[in-house]
């Protein structure tokens, strides 16, 4: 079976207002790989994970390390949430574009029924100098309709500031538990596509986890036919049109394997990557290696044209 | 028993405000069959279903085949969410009209007490040149109350802003299950006619199916008279009195079917169809090749005045 | 036992605004059969019950039969909601006073809990030159918080553009089932004073039902004490104090009840009756006539003065 | 154990801004028995109980009653919802300041997570000419999250308008049920500090009832300690802190106890009574006679100066 | 393992707003123990916990006793909710800086699923003359969605009117109890960087307790490794980061107990203490005792510099 590439999506930056296209061809191409490629770094685990994901690297608990590798290293933006905004950014501003990152829940709570409400807004953005927005919105909770609605609101002030969205598009909760689970090829393809009917001018997913075992309890034809990984990935990519899209990490994991699914989302026509404990629970000298190797891959890969 | 036509309907457009009227009969006369005819290109399955209706074929998956369809094809009007309008109608401005749908929810959590929150407003549909609002309102849910409420501000707006509203009226969740189904004739008939008193010009309803064993659970008459198929089409259509309906169509099924339908619901007194799978999941020859019959079987059966 | 009767009420048109008297007037003496009197059409079953209830009679599925009833019978009002009020009534303004109900449920999920959200505003009422508002205020219901927090913002509204305000007073929902129910002397009685406690200056009743079967779970003296029919409605309009009481129908009946009922609420000190299946179920000619013999029975009853 | 006399409490009046100043010296001054004391009227007792209450006494049921009542027997104010207020007040408006009561529930749905919400507001106080708002705070309902953010609007706008605020604070709902119960000491020296800290320029309380039956489920030390009677009500009265205190009736009891809680309350420091069913459940002259007793213990006992 | 010292934290005022910074810099440098210390004394035991408290020292009853106490005894400011800071502070404005709390709850519903609601506003806090504003904030709690999106809204207004915000930062509810529970290192570390993500410049916090039995239901490395009590503090005010942070008592405790905390939190790179009951549950004399000690302690281990 033939997917259109989506290398072959027209522009996304021709159907954008001149505030979502100044401040997105900065990430693109002033700051970061270049190129038309997205490097960012996220450092929201703190709210989302606890201060548990700094101990391997005791230097991370300090923002100011991850503040400064963005800024020395390199990247194309810093993701981060009002209060690291308001207490580091200020040391770095215009050295490195900062996303805002408007919502976030804690990990203490079960996530049955997960709904990451804002606590930050556009404005805020806005007032901090930021190039972007970042939302998180979980597919399939229960809590979706007013996950959804709440996106309307973000949605809509991006769109009167002229702020590019950034979606952090996770399956969530006991729906998707039962259909093949959060991350599932059926789940990953549907969050990517409700992304960006949702608004999304950037994309950000996890690698899809083909599994007969999960995969047999969601729908067909993701129940029925058989997927390689890279088909899968070039599947997600697609469903999000012509939003870019940014692969995520998750948890530290090997070199081998950091690289190998930042040259896979480039030949599917993503965009780029959004690692964040891969590189930062490194010490210093090896994060900015790593980061170099990154770097070179997705400039070496680029396929979609933003 | 015999029913008032729904063909004797006193005239729709002469009750409407200047902006509704300018509108819709762009949709009725200008673009698509004309003669008082409604065709309708529906795009929001990637939201309702997720991507998995792309699959059957493949260039479908990227949005550009229902823009291109819709404009070359010569629809009366195109049907999407924020994401595609804001993404992909620009590239089609003014080539076919475009009904922003405001409102969507995902096929993953259970739809008991279904609720679709609103992702856009009637200010974006404005915005960007629409010329209608659509909106899904689920009749029977036990949030049925915060729906209507909901649909009230939609509502208001559309007066506001003389932009034309078309109610998706879906019988939906577990109240509705246990007196005859969704697709039961007394559902249909009812969501038709709360459509109409919510404030709808335009209803899109699905084909009422008639099961003596389901539909003994209705009320009386449905649980008590046989209707035929084309009494209980006609009845939910006069339901619906002044403002127009539409047929929409569901999965992809034959031919025959599809034109069946069309010539059903025009003869009942309806103004069109809203034909989805049935159009895009065909490639591009087959596609235009149906629509032209259905073109022809819309224009051939016209009965209601608008 | 003695009650002061309702008849000896002082007036309430005394102490309303200048917008509300003006509107109310025009209710009480200029249309309908005035004298003090209302006689008022409800159309709103197409809501609260479905389409099923215009089988009996065809002709009313079309909503011109209500409005074409309540135009040339002579009705002091017509009552319906948003899309009636926007389709139908442009063709009879002016010939017969519309009274806008801003909110509705329908009958599919069960009413354990209550609650009829607002579909339309008291701003819509006055855009579409209505004489007054109704709402339906669910006595008891576990919702009923919510219920008369949202009645305040209609109550409100009303006073700030003088629009009078009709409450459909009904018991409805777990807790009062419990308590004897919702057609029960306590319930209604109940409802009368709550409906006037709350801002209205007209109040739609049912009409109690005794049975101590049941009123034995009423609180006393409901439980305890033995009252007449006529004595039980005389309670419930005097309840309301200076608020006026119309009785409402509910499904049809025969000529001698509707007439006799016509006949106590009006010796009980009530301004008039809100019939609705039991006159536009009849054919227009049988129609037509109890309409005749309805207001000769009000004229001729007359105690309140308002 | 000593507790500092309320009676040494500072005054109340020198903190208050000069629009609630001016109000409250009204209350306290110029209308009812004077010096300082407050002898109020409620008449809620229609929605939070319904008519039942006014079956003792007929003629009760009028509204007129109480009205005549309050202005004629000179009381400090009465107290009502905005039903009554907007149709009974305005005949005697300026002849006995009003007391709008801006929430209220029925007795009908259960208790157990009991919220009053409102259903007037601030501003309709100043309309109307009131000289202070009534609000019922639920001390320790699972709902009261909901209670004390609503009242926050309610002082938000006391605070702006200059409007004293009266709290009826009543302990209720499931959770102080297994706590010694609604009318123990410990729920009601509860309730009277949280008014005050919420903002209560009065509070009404009722009497605290010991029980060493139930009290052993309170908290220490009210489950442990020994306290007269006189000894709870000096505490609740000194958890009130600088806001005025005034002790509630409850149910119709005899004349004995009536006048000796009065006289218990203001030795307590508190600063008067408002008692509804004990005064006007009596006929016209027995009325009159217990109020000019009420009268007379309230002005022989004062010892708070406000 | 080694934490980067919270010590060597860059500066908290230089990235305040002059609003901010102006008013923080009074705590910190014009009141109380100076030199970068602060010394609160917290009221809000009367709606936390209720009258209870104030029996073991019953002068503590009258809030005029805290009041005096924070002004006499030199405390950087004394933190309390919108009654008693309308109603006491007058009298003591400008001579000790008021924190406004602006949200709380009882302790009478469970807390299980605990939302403290706010009652006052930061516009409050503005008008009064307040130096900061307070929040409680309950990490893990179901509800903490509700929770952070409330607390956007407070943190905003801090913003814009330039009032510090101080949050007492809370791990609550069922689902903390099965991961170590509320006093647990991974509760209180986990609240301490969540505060300063959502905007804090002051963190309250509780000692965190070790305890091996229920610290295996925390997940890595708080279940794994063994920490000393003073790394567990030290890793707690370390994740607070730029924000400051303020040490809580808890219920009354002996002299060695409560400076020997005030030591460990300074030594530990915290910048004070808010010890209420252990104060003001003193005679006064007692009390004025402890207070000097407790400054002492402060001033000797400064290490911060704020």
């Not at 490195?96 to 829940?105: A, D």
């Not at 964040?276 to 490194?282: D, E």
């Amino acid at each position: 079976m033939e997917v259109k590439a989506a290398t072959e999506q027209k522009s996304l930056l021709s159907v954008l207002s001149p505030g979502k296209r100044t401040r997105l061809r900065r990430l693109l191409f002033e700051f970061g790989p270049g190129h038309g490629t997205l490097m960012m770094l996220p450092i929201d685990q703190g709210i989302e994970h606890g201060p548990r994901d700094f101990f391997p690297n005791p230097a991370s608990k300090d923002p100011e390390y991850q503040f400064r590798l963005a800024a020395e290293a390199g990247y194309s933006a810093l993701a981060c949430q009002i209060g690291l905004a308001e207490k580091y950014y200020p040391d770095y501003a215009g050295q490195v574009p900062l996303i805002l990152k408007v919502n976030g829940r804690t990990e203490v709570p079960p996530s049955d029924d997960a709904l990451s409400t804002t606590n930050s807004s556009v404005e805020d953005a806005v007032r901090l100098g930021a190039d972007a927005v970042g939302y998180t919105m979980y597919l399939g909770s229960p809590l979706q309709g007013d996950d959804l609605h709440q996106l309307k609101g973000v949605r809509e002030d991006c769109d009167r500031f002229g702020m590019p969205l950034v979606i952090w598009a996770y399956p969530r909760g006991s729906a998707i538990d039962v259909k093949g689970g959060r991350d599932s090829f059926y789940a990953i393809d549907y969050a990517a596509r409700m992304a960006m009917e949702m608004g999304a001018d950037v994309v950000k997913l996890n690698m899809p986890k083909l599994n007969p075992e999960t995969d047999k309890d969601a729908p067909a034809p993701y129940s029925e036919r058989e997927f390689t990984q890279q088909e899968a990935i070039g599947h997600c990519v697609a469903s999000a049109g012509r939003a870019l899209v940014v692969l995520s990490g998750g948890s530290k994991t090997d070199d081998e394997t950091v690289l190998g699914h930042t040259r896979s989302v480039m030949e599917a026509g993503g965009s780029g990557v959004i690692f964040g404990r891969n590189v930062w629970q490194r010490e210093w000298s090896e994060a900015i290696e790593i980061v170099g190797q990154i770097k070179e891959t997705l400039v070496n890969h680029v396929q979609r044209i933003p």
